[in-house]
């Protein structure tokens, strides 16, 4: 397929069926991740793939833990939010809702819990950085993480990031057995998109582009 197409089509999937993913198709579409350039070709991301039963624990695990701390995928931070990537946030969510009245579901916790259950995908892919590296390394895993979304289109599954696993990320290094000195930068949901999910018909909105640049000419 073009890329421009994979890069236009893509969308976050949040409905998966069952059906397991080949280990082989895991395979190629990482070995397609890891082309992702990365400073001075350190290659920092770690890979962890759960699968089968294990990956069934992981959920039961994590949505134990997001029903005792309660920390969502809300955008709060440090600081709160500017405004404009607060309403963005507040857009989304709005766009969101009228998929959610269609599937009866409460929107917090079909996000929440269903981010910690990957979205009931068969494959939950976790995404380690040595934490003797500096932060700026993050940007290495993104691109690999983009890369491995794009390729994962490209081969008729879908993903959606999770990023609220790493407010769990003790209880995904205890249930994994990740060392200590690894950073959980981010979690992916992996398979087949459920296309009979309202949720799949969603399609994010982006701003202009005018609204995220300043030329200086
Ligand atoms: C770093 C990162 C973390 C994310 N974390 C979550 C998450 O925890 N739960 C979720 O449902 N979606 C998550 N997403 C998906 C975003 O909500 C989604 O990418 C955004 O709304 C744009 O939609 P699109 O991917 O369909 O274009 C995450 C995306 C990124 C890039």
Redesign the pocket.
């Known amino acids: 397929m073009d890329l421009l197409k994979v890069i236009n089509e ?3 999937v ?1 409905a998966f069926k069952p059906d397991p993913v080949p280990k082989q198709t895991i395979e190629e579409i990482l070995k397609m991740a890891i082309l992702a350039p990365s400073a001075i070709n350190l290659q920092p991301w770690e890979f962890v793939v759960v699968t089968g039963e294990e990956r069934e624990r992981l959920s039961r695990r994590l949505i134990k833990a997001y029903k005792e701390k309660q920390i969502s ?1 809300g955008p709060g931070n440090v600081k709160p939010l500017p405004k404009t990537f607060a309403k963005r946030g507040a857009k ?1 969510l709005e766009l969101m809702n009228p998929f959610f009245e269609e599937m009866g579901v409460d929107p917090n916790q079909f ?1 929440n819990e ?2 910690c259950n990957f ?1 009931g995908a068969p494959v939950a892919i976790f995404f380690c950085l040595d934490d003797s590296f500096p932060k700026a390394r993050v940007v290495d895993i ?1 691109l690999a ?1 983009g890369y491995l979304i794009l390729t994962s289109h490209e081969f008729g599954l879908g993903t ?6 790493t407010a769990y990320e003790d209880e995904i290094k205890e249930l994994l057995n990740i060392p200590e000195n690894k950073m959980v930068v ?1 979690g992916v949901a992996l398979g087949y998109p459920d296309e009979k999910s309202p949720i799949n018909r ?3 909105y982006r701003e202009n582009l005018d609204k995220f640049i300043r030329w200086i000419e």
């Open positions: 893509r969308r976050s949040r995928c989304t996000i269903g981010s979205y993104g993480l959606c990031p999770i990023g609220l696993i981010i969603f399609k994010s």
